[in-house]
């Protein structure tokens, strides 16, 4: 332990040391103060730790991992991530913890029968650019959470897409840090509508899931708290998670479950953070340079190379290199977390209560249907013409159904699992599965079009699928690329034949679809033959229902890009995955027959990750280097037109901009306009990012005003030496426009130079 350590640690407790009394007029025993609702949340928990033993204490910085869990007596554990004990004398509730980026989770199956709804993935909710919808999403999960008897989610993904191949962009947000801070933290607001905590993660820079568990991410301070960073600290201040999860890998040099800098200087010294910060599962190394680098509790400890958090930690707190004002803090900080967002004064239910399913897929579907994004549509070929006779639908198994992401998010959705395939090997096999849910594309567009005679071939051969097209009126192609946590795929390719397939399809019948199923872009070789494109992510459970009325029109495009389609991996920062070296190493080392238990790194030799675009994340970066992607961010047509026009700009100490949008088309559509302001980046370099968005649904004809006021931390740049942000004077352009590059209208913004806290 260092003093350095020590000191911001001593600062927090003296904060929290506000005389409980100031709160109340008469002074109440520490127990009936825990349970005071007319209490601060800070008094509250300060006067629940007064009453604990030193034994309490200590027994809930750590939590089980159920599956492995191996309690001295018998505890209420149900199968799920994550369990820790409750005080039952002081009315601390158990804290029953599941994953739930796109719904409560239920992987491999670990209780048998346990349904709930699907969302799409994260992805889609970001292109929905709707923040009233990953609210609704979030209040759906929290909602069915609550029902089966969980309390903390393990949700809120908003690590920013730096790679197009990570294995998690599908549970994440995007790569721009406004539009996913906004996001995700109105997807934690509406979990926690439920009186229940959700977490933020994975706090930071888990960019990549090759060797996530050895990885070191090193970055600029000042680049990150422009990008990564911006994205927590925005989905911090809108959601006000009740936890923050410390995510696996390192970042510049420590871990990131005990890097001082992170946790104690960012989160919460700069943030002010009064929550709890909780392990990845797995993610913790040490005891005392964890405790003192700002981790409050270790969870699923089982999967940790030993308990650090228990007997060790209890024996530093006896040496004293954990002072007890420490254990104190993390108590502090975890009840916290419970009181102030209402799970200890409105518990969850002791059994499982009923679920209005039917309510949850409205929820599901129209995040999907506003997720699609229209990304080609050559000719006007949709929306459909109902009138279509014959239809052919080629792979994704989409007679059945539609393709979900893989890895610890994995919803086992109700309507149940049509197809689902255990994986051999790889990082993901013990516990994930590609898995489709049961929402079929054919049936749904049958259901549209009952007159026309819809068929269904597999596309496991390119000449048979081409010759089924070549015999229908048109062709929809279901392109698909799974994705799992733990993993990445090392090519942005289609597996498969599918690029074939594709190409051959699109020979034989110019009316040909294509609908991609992909957690990120894909390398499209085929794109000049197919004159439509639509990109529907992993839909979730009523995937099926929103691709057909996207296509027939029945609801119109309206999702946008979130992250940047390059035209290949070679346009990427980094082409492939770093560490591919030492993962195909340890590979190697097992396929000769090597039995060791590599625990959570796998066997794979510790490598170090740069990113030296720093902030200049996604389309920052084509914008810098003057690469032209396939797809820029934003992008997404309509069945409509929108013009913009009468730009007004109110600069000086705050940016407000106005614009009118008009759709000037025949059809109902919704508009997503942007605002890109150019700032001065923390290298100097000038930069356009994104300060402002919005998303209307217009009438034909119908004109509104569309007024954003600007978040000066999107366009300042950090001084990390000072701690502060910092806005230069001068003058700013901005664009508005319909992606990034666009500029349906310039102007210009003179701000005074300001200084803001972080
Ligand atoms: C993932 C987390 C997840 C946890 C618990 C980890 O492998 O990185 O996102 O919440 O497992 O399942």
Redesign the pocket.
């Known amino acids: 332990m260092t003093c350095k350590a020590l000191a911001p640690l001593l600062l927090v407790s003296s904060a929290l040391a506000a005389p409980v009394a100031s709160q109340s007029t008469l002074p109440l025993p520490a127990t009936a103060a825990g349970s005071d609702r007319a209490l601060s949340a800070e008094t509250r928990s300060r006067a629940l730790v007064a009453a604990m033993t030193t034994e309490e204490k200590l027994a809930i910085v750590h939590g089980y991992f159920p599956p492995l869990a191996k309690p001295a007596q018998p505890i209420a554990m149900v199968s799920s991530?994550?369990h820790v004990p409750g005080v039952p004398r002081l009315g601390i509730p158990i804290l029953r913890e599941s994953?739930a980026s796109l719904g409560v989770a239920n992987q491999i199956e670990q209780r048998k029968g346990d349904t709930a709804t699907a969302l799409p993935a994260s992805i889609a909710t970001a292109a929905t650019f709707n923040p009233a919808l990953a609210y609704a999403g979030g209040a759906m999960i929290g909602a069915e959470a609550r029902a089966k008897t969980f309390n903390v989610l393990?949700a809120g993904?908003v690590n920013l897409t730096r790679d197009p191949w990570n294995g998690r962009n599908f549970e994440y947000l995007g790569e721009d840090p406004l539009l996913s801070g906004v996001m995700a933290g109105e997807h934690i607001r509406g979990v926690q509508s439920n009186h229940i905590v959700s977490t933020i993660?994975?706090f930071a820079l888990n960019a990549q899931e090759t060797g996530r568990t050895v990885l070191d991410a090193r970055i600029d301070k000042a680049a990150l708290r422009e990008s990564d960073l911006l994205a927590f600290e925005i989905a911090n201040e809108i959601g006000q998670p009740g936890s923050v999860?410390c995510a696996?890998n390192k970042v510049n040099g420590d871990y990131a479950c005990e890097n001082d800098w992170l946790l104690n200087t960012v989160l919460k010294q700069d943030w002010g953070y009064k929550g709890w910060v909780m392990s990845?599962?797995?993610a913790v190394h040490s005891t005392d340079k964890a405790a003192l680098g700002g981790l409050d509790q270790e969870?699923?400890q089982e999967l940790d190379d030993a308990i650090h958090f228990g007997k060790p930690f209890e024996e530093a707190v006896k040496a004293g290199r954990i002072p007890m004002a420490r254990l104190d803090d993390m108590v502090e900080r975890i009840l916290y977390g419970m009181i102030a967002t209402g799970l200890m004064d409105d518990p969850v239910p002791a059994t499982a209560r009923q679920i209005d399913y039917a309510a949850s897929a409205e929820v599901a579907q129209r995040a999907a249907e506003e997720g699609i994004v229209l990304l080609k549509n050559e000719g006007d070929l949709l929306p459909l013409a109902k009138t279509a006779r014959r239809i052919v639908l080629i792979g994704g198994h989409a007679d059945v159904g539609v393709l979900s992401g893989g890895?610890?998010?994995q919803v086992r959705s109700v309507g149940g699992v049509p197809v689902e395939i255990a994986l051999t090997k790889g990082a993901a096999a013990s516990f994930a599965r590609m898995t489709w849910h049961a929402s079929s594309p054919l049936k749904a567009i049958q259901a549209l079009v009952p007159q026309a005679e819809v068929t269904y071939v597999d596309g496991s051969d390119a000449r048979a699928a081409a010759q089924a097209a070549k015999s229908a009126d048109l062709a929809i192609v279901f392109g698909w690329q799974w994705q799992t946590?733990?993993q990445d795929p090392e090519t942005m390719r289609l597996p498969g034949n599918q690029d074939a397939v594709i190409d051959a399809v699109a020979s034989a019948n110019r009316k040909t679809i294509v609908v991609l199923e992909t957690g990120g872009p894909v390398e499209m070789p085929w794109l000049a033959k197919v004159p439509t494109l639509l990109e529907a992510w992993y839909p979730g459970q009523r995937g099926g229902e929103a691709i057909a009325n996207v296509l027939f029109g029945d609801v119109a495009p309206s999702g946008r890009l979130p992250i940047t389609f390059p035209a290949s991996a070679a346009q990427a920062p980094r082409a492939q995955p770093a560490g591919l070296a030492e993962l195909h190493a340890a590979d190697a080392r097992r396929e000769a027959g090597d039995t060791s238990n590599y625990g959570m790194t796998g066997g794979v030799a510790p490598f170090a990750v740069d990113y030296p675009e720093g902030a200049e994340v996604g389309y920052r970066w084509y914008a810098k280097t003057g690469r032209k992607p396939l797809f820029p961010f934003g992008h997404g047509l309509t069945y409509t037109r929108f013009v913009y026009a009468n730009l007004n700009v109110q600069d000086g100490a705050a940016l407000t901009v106005s614009f009118d949008v008009t759709n000037t088309g025949a059809r109902v559509g919704a508009a997503v306009p942007q605002l890109y302001v150019e700032a001065k980046g923390s290298a100097g370099i000038a930069a356009w990012r994104l300060a402002g968005f919005d998303k209307l649904s217009l009438s034909p004809g119908e004109t509104r005003r569309v007024s954003m006021t600007v978040d000066p931390r999107v366009i300042a740049r950090f001084d990390e030496a000072r701690r502060k942000w910092q806005l230069d004077g001068g003058a700013y352009a901005l664009a508005v426009g319909r992606f990034a590059g666009d500029a349906a209208l310039r102007g210009s913004a003179m701000l005074r130079p300001q200084t803001i806290k972080p």
């Open positions: 991530a994550g994953d393990l993904g993660k994975h999860m696996y990845d599962w797995g969870s699923g890895g610890s998010s946590e733990a």
